[in-house]
């Protein structure tokens, strides 16, 4: 039963960015929300533009430092170890792509007069699926990014580690067995 569960938790944190961007899409076309006529329509664009590069820059500056501290920190290579999955690097990867597509979509919605009607709707609802996608799978990645920092040693590294004792407990532990017969 908890394989199962693990399993349900596993697929829901995977897919939650694409669903919750379905549904918000799904419900977007249904109302036939259209903002593109708007007059701040391109600086909504110019301006996710430049936080989409300011969440890409900011995650591609910190994860060499992480790599680098890989090596020389036990913190560090504790992290990677109890990620077994390698979620953290399939996570990043998938951020930074829908990161990459949703800018590129939304530099193309800038310029989106010169194709047809219908395709025009099409990029449309693409590109505010891409923006959710986005913003959630950044949020799944620093999340999980965070929970792997703030985890709690497992039972069986707790077990691995060896019992601290002072000097003295050693010493009254010798006596002890010294004096039984």
């Not at 799904?26 to 300011?54: E, P």
């Amino acid at each position: 039963m908890r394989k199962i569960i693990n399993i349900g938790r596993y697929f829901w944190e995977s897919f939650y960015p694409y669903l919750i961007a379905g549904v918000i899409v799904w419900y977007f076309i249904k109302i036939k929300l259209n903002i593109m006529g708007d007059k701040n329509y391109s600086d909504l664009l110019d301006g996710l533009v430049t936080l989409i590069s300011i969440i890409i820059g900011f995650l591609g500056a910190m994860l060499p430092i992480v790599l680098s501290l890989k090596e020389n920190s036990e913190f560090v290579q504790y992290i990677f170890k109890e990620d077994r999955e390698k979620l953290f690097y399939k996570y990043m990867k998938e951020m930074f792509l829908l990161g990459v597509c949703d800018a590129a979509l939304s530099l193309l919605q800038h310029v989106h007069r010169i194709f047809l009607q219908r395709y025009q709707m099409y990029m449309y609802y693409s590109w505010i699926f891409i923006t959710i996608a986005f913003f959630a799978a950044t949020y799944r990645a620093i999340s999980y990014m965070l929970k792997m920092i703030f985890i709690e040693k497992s039972d069986e590294n707790e077990q691995n580690e060896e019992p601290q004792i002072s000097e003295n407990q050693r010493e009254e532990i010798r006596q002890e067995f010294k004096n039984k017969p």
